[in-house]
């Protein structure tokens, strides 16, 4: 987890979160140790510049908005407002790729033509992001890669990860299908340990270890809602301690707030 004082001021290199992968408690301790760390400020310039600095090394989108809007000069009601708009727009998409992951699990349990796999992905979009000759093209590369001696070195490739933009993902997820079909289940497992995904990863395993279809189905189902509760609870965390920042509550109070959100 990324922790205030990292960074180019200590020389230690940041270790940057994501909200599907870090537990609950971790978010409100971030929260809460951001505003440790704000807290001796009592000057705005300092402050600002303290949360800029976090802002700058952090990738997690939502979180890096909230400190943008930390610094910015909108009130607490508007940061709320476009933060819970900023949190929808990013649960979507992760909600999209999970989905997209499961269209292909699902297809390559049962072994479906990939054409039919990619149009089924396609669909997920009101317009196509890329074309079927250009998807397959790409996926007919990852085929010969992964078929070649050394493919290790570049497994990075392979990779399937929510944090994909789309059209990267369905290109990986094309040919992980195309591989499964042409080489068969077991050879999907020499994947398994360079895949980034919990939930495709744990869904190939199944798929590996010859689940059917309909079992599979119900189980993508609800680990899929498991893990899109589980982001919604860090998204609200996140969005109401950063709003409490926001009106420089004192830590106590977010302490209590956050405590809203802990076992």
């Avoid at 909230?66 to 508007?78: G, Q």
């Avoid at 992760?94 to 049962?110: F, N």
Wanted: glycine share 4%; hydrophobic share 45%.
């Amino acid at each position: 987890m990324t922790t205030p004082a990292d960074g180019p001021a200590t020389g230690t290199p940041r270790r940057d979160f994501d909200l599907l992968d870090i537990p609950l408690e971790g978010v409100a301790a971030y929260w809460l140790s951001l505003h440790k760390l704000l807290e001796p400020h009592k000057k705005l310039k300092n402050a600002q510049r303290q949360v800029q600095d976090e802002a700058q090394y952090t990738t997690e989108p939502l979180v890096r908005y909230l400190l943008e809007a930390l610094v910015s000069d909108m009130d607490v009601p508007d940061m709320r407002r476009l933060g819970q708009a900023r949190a929808d727009m990013l649960l979507d998409t992760v909600a999209r790729r999970l989905q997209l992951m499961r269209v292909a699990l699902l297809d390559m349990a049962t072994a479906e033509n990939p054409r039919r796999t990619l149009a089924k992905m396609t669909a997920q979009h009101a317009a196509p992001l890329i074309d079927e000759e250009k998807a397959f093209s790409l996926a007919q590369q990852l085929l010969g890669l992964a078929a070649s001696p050394g493919w290790e070195a570049k497994a990075h490739y392979f990779a399937v990860d929510h944090r994909l933009k789309d059209d990267k993902l369905m290109v990986a997820l094309l040919f992980h299908a195309a591989w499964t079909r042409r080489e068969g289940k077991m050879a999907a497992r020499q994947f398994l340990p360079h895949l980034s995904s919990v939930f495709f990863q744990q869904g190939l395993a199944l798929v590996i270890d010859g689940f059917d279809a309909p079992f599979l189905r119900k189980r993508l189902k609800v680990h899929q809602a498991a893990i899109m509760a589980d982001a919604r609870r860090k998204a609200a965390c996140s969005l109401e301690l950063a709003c409490a920042i926001k009106h420089r509550l004192p830590y106590e109070v977010v302490f209590t707030m956050a405590k809203a959100w802990l076992s």
